[in-house]
């Protein structure tokens, strides 16, 4: 069965899923399959570092940049280990809140070594997904994103994600920690 795509419809089964009301598990699932309808598409081509772990898009929006210890479920295992020892990750994971659809949820870019935004048509394994729950909220995140993930790994949109340049600045170290260097 098909199900709207409106995000307001989309919202009334999270927040019932999230309060324990009664809410109708396929449509959850018809949802959970479908969520990176909702993720950023090819618009995103840039990400300039601003300063730690904040970047801005060529559209003007801030990401921040996860750790490397929480891509676990976007990066082949052998690379992940290596990445955590400081050797170049294989991807790099970069979040930002929905501020835009109203469902309240998070945009997710994973950025492969070169480029490329990892995808269905890249490897469906590691690919990115639009996040229900936020990953700072980890019961939630876990609860609408992760649970879900596992009996239905299967997800419906499978659309090429295009690349982004990843663009980071030179810092140096001060005293009041790592800064930005200043090029006139």
Known sequence: MEYSLAPSEVKKIIDAKVNGEEYDEEQFIYYHLNR???NVKKEVTTLTHLMSNRFRDNRGFIWEEAPRFKNWFHTPKPQYFGSLLGFQPYSRKFLRPDNETGIGGEFEMIIRHDGKR???????????TYNF???SNSSLHILLDVDPHGPN???TVKIDAGRVTIINREMKLTRRGLRPVNRQ
Not at 118 to 128: K, N, P, R, V
């Open 36 to 38: 990176n309808h909702f």
């Open 118 to 128: 990892i995808d269905a048509l890249t490897h469906e394994g590691y690919q990115e």
């Open 133 to 135: 729950g936020p990953t």
């Open 153 to 155: 790994p299967d997800y």
